[in-house]
């Protein structure tokens, strides 16, 4: 990739709109070219300046009574159009809001949590990728603990399930949503479990949401102050069966 | 009422003042309300933001033709865009000490967003504030969506290089790359 294009597949590096391949394609030359890192750090502080500081017009209260007012009297002139349509439209709509709060995600906006996605299974691509798949290999959680006490300010639950077949293979710091992550690397049968976990602000804990992004199960959920993610290539039966064993153990840790 | 909201957030950014922002939502969910039938399903704030975009700019070539077409051209590079003018707001960002600088910077970015030309002003307002997706920007702007990119890429670059901006964060100017 040369410096041209970077400059232009940054914004769309930016705003979470690059597929994998490019993604990596473009962390890649940021890593080499110090002049592309200096524009894309620049326009990252830009966007968050914008949204930071920019006023959001939100509508008066006076309008959202006129605009009320002048739609049912267009409807009754109009006859047959269906002013109900409309209105059920924006009921579910506010229903289907109102769910998606109550999974507790006010936090994470649509469109933050699928870039968040997008960081998430590419940490764990990347993971195996370039050969530095665990910073501290070790399968005994006293000393991964330890290891990590020194480089991230938190202090994340290290579990092992190696009595359920889910060996804790090591650890990893990385670099997610702006900031400095765990990485606990588990292995099942050959297969590698990146667990990601980060300090979020205290919120109500979360149920578990899956999704399944370019063939990778992908599980997220809150729990205690801690965001967990999990990602592997694993099939779905024993992949759900390891995020409900990190659940039970943070469970009966408490 | 859905998405009132966005729909006088983008329409206050776009025609720059709030009586004529709040005409523009009337009409637009009127005319939402008229053309619902030829709602296809789909995101409904992306296909109510592309009435309200349209009804700004057939508001705007009615009643101030000068700005639709203002200093907007993908061609040219960036910086040369008439009809943005950052000397013009260096005049007005003068005299930081007197205001808590968070305040100058706030109000220094938020005008320097309004002096970019509507084309560009737009797609910022949709992604940075609206939080919408490129395919969700392209609908509504009704462009593809490889324009919606490189428009963002230009309006960013018009505000790094605005020169209050520039002063305040110390930034240096936007590389211009040929």
């Known amino acids: 990739m040369n410096c041209r294009d970077a400059l232009d597949l940054v914004h769309g590096y930016i705003d979470g709109e690059l597929d994998l391949v490019k993604s990596l394609e473009i962390e890649q030359h940021l890593g080499a070219c110090a002049a592309c890192k200096v524009q894309y750090d620049q326009v990252r502080e830009l966007g968050s300046g914008i949204r930071a500081h920019a006023l959001y017009h939100a509508a008066p209260s006076a309008l959202r009574a006129r605009v009320a007012a002048?739609?049912?009297?267009?409807?009754?002139?109009?006859?047959?159009?269906?002013?109900?349509?409309?209105?059920?439209?924006?009921?579910?709509?506010?229903?289907?809001?109102?769910?998606?709060?109550?999974?507790?995600?006010?936090l994470l906006r649509p469109g933050a949590e699928a870039r968040l996605a997008d960081e998430v299974l590419a940490g764990h691509v990347r993971s195996l990728m370039a050969d530095h798949l665990m910073d501290v290999a070790s399968s005994d959680q006293h000393t991964v603990k330890p290891w990590i006490a020194g480089k991230l300010d938190f202090s994340p639950p290290v579990m092992d399930f190696s009595a359920q077949g889910y060996a804790l293979a090591g650890g990893r710091l990385d670099y997610l949503g702006e900031r400095g992550v765990m990485a606990l690397v588990y292995r099942r049968h050959g297969h590698v479990i990146n667990l990601f976990v980060w300090p979020q602000a205290p919120e109500a804990d979360s149920s578990v949401r899956s999704d399944t992004r370019q063939g990778y199960n992908m599980a997220h959920f809150t729990r205690a102050g801690m965001a967990f993610w999990a990602v592997s290539d694993l099939n779905p039966e024993e992949f759900n069966s390891f995020v409900g064993l990190v659940r039970e153990q943070l469970a009966s840790a408490r | 009422m859905p998405h009132l909201d966005a729909a006088y957030n983008l329409a206050r950014w776009l025609t720059r003042n709030e009586h004529d922002a709040e005409d523009v939502v009337q009409e637009a969910y009127l005319r939402a309300f008229r053309f619902f039938d030829g709602f296809r399903g789909g995101e409904a704030?992306?296909?109510?933001?592309?009435?309200?975009?349209?009804?700004?700019?057939?508001?705007?070539?009615?009643?101030?033709?000068?700005?639709?077409?203002?200093?907007?051209?993908?061609?040219?590079?960036?910086?040369?865009g008439a009809g943005f003018d950052p000397d013009m707001m260096a005049a007005q960002g003068a005299n930081p000490e007197a205001i808590a600088l968070q305040n100058a910077h706030r109000r220094i970015l938020n005008q320097a967003i309004a002096a970019l030309p509507l084309g560009f002003r737009e797609v910022l307002i949709l992604r940075e504030l609206e939080d919408l997706s490129y395919k969700e920007i392209a609908r509504v702007v009704d462009v593809p969506v490889g324009t919606v990119m490189s428009r963002l890429a230009r309006a960013r670059k018009l505000l790094r290089q605005s020169a209050p901006l520039r002063a305040m964060s110390g930034l240096p100017a936007a590389e211009v790359k040929q």
């Open chain 2, 45 to 80: 704030r992306a296909w109510l933001l592309a009435i309200v975009r349209n009804t700004c700019y057939s508001w705007l070539e009615k009643n101030r033709p000068a700005e639709v077409s203002a200093g907007f051209d993908e061609e040219t590079p960036p910086g040369d």
């Open chain 1, 70 to 106: 002048a739609l049912p009297r267009e409807a009754g002139n109009g006859a047959r159009k269906p002013a109900w349509a409309w209105w059920r439209m924006a009921a579910a709509m506010a229903l289907f809001t109102l769910l998606g709060l109550g999974f507790g995600l006010a």
